[in-house]
């Protein structure tokens, strides 16, 4: 049997790994070349998701991903400054489900490790044809074309195949937009020591707590390579609501 997968974002890798590992041919063909964009910045990763991604992976990449994520978060922490200086100020039990976060670029990068001769890059999946025999036959924006028994559709939210296999189906935008950077720790005295492993909210009371478009809480975790993940959620210019 071979498998095509459109896509080698984490869905398309992940699963990529999994049937290489029942030894089943797969190729993956993805539409940014092999510099791509960049990948993100970290991914929270619960129970359910950490035992699904060591089921698909060889044991030695399920041990790198390992030692590259974050301890595991138990509480959520309410940051203000209090005479001045950064500060808990609230504690509460973690509402998400027990889980650790990864840093996206580094998965990423794992997930593709061993799938090298795989991965297609610079290849925009545009249609695909079933064929009288029972196949599948997939066409690409450079010329190329691909068949095989099966074709997944991991290209992400705006998939083309998708757009062709349940042309009804229709992403709806809810207004919501998030945005999200890195800051090294160390950028930030002490704040390792007060959040530990645990995502922080950092209230809006104080000036550099804010960036000029946010009037909500910015959402600080951490993971394991010793960086600092903000999130900011922001008004949509269309909703105005956050
Ligand atoms: C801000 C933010 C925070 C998030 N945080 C979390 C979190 O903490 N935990 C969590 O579990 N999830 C989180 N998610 C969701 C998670 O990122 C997605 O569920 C996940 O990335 C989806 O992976 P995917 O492989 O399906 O799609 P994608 O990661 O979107 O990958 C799709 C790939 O397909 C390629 N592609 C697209 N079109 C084509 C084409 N025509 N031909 C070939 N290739 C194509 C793209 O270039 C891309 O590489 C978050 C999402 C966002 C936006």
């Not at 599948?136 to 705006?158: I, K, Q, Y």
């Not at 296999?165 to 950028?187: E, F, K, N």
Request: hydrophobic share 40%; aromatic share 4%.
């Amino acid at each position: 049997m071979k498998v095509l997968v459109i896509g080698a974002g984490l869905g398309g890798l992940t699963l990529a790994q999994g049937l290489r590992r029942e030894g089943i041919d797969v190729a993956v063909y993805e539409r940014d070349d092999a510099a791509g964009r960049p990948q993100g910045v970290s991914l929270h990763i619960d129970d359910r998701g950490g035992a699904a991604l060591r089921g698909c992976l060889p044991p030695p990449h399920a041990a790198m991903i390992d030692a590259t994520m974050g301890g595991l978060r138990e509480q959520t922490l309410s940051l203000s400054e209090v005479d001045g200086a950064l500060a808990v100020v609230d504690t509460q039990p973690s509402d998400a489900r027990p889980g650790r976060q990864a840093h996206r670029p580094l998965l990423r990068a794992v997930l593709l490790t061993g799938l090298e001769d795989a991965v297609r890059f610079g290849a925009e999946f545009t249609r695909f044809e079933r064929q009288a025999d029972g196949t599948v036959r997939a066409w690409f924006a450079n010329g190329r074309t691909d068949t095989a028994d099966v074709l997944v559709g991991a290209d992400g939210v705006g998939s083309a195949v998708r757009r062709q296999y349940l042309p009804h189906a229709r992403v709806v935008d809810t207004g919501r937009r998030m945005t999200m950077g890195a800051t090294a720790l160390s950028a930030i005295p002490r704040l390792p020591d007060q959040i530990g492993n645990n995502p922080a909210v950092a209230r809006c009371t104080a000036r550099q707590w804010c960036w000029p478009p946010c009037d909500s809480p910015r959402h600080l975790s951490t993971h394991g390579n010793g960086c600092c993940p903000p999130y900011a959620i922001v008004r949509s210019p269309r909703s105005r609501t956050i």
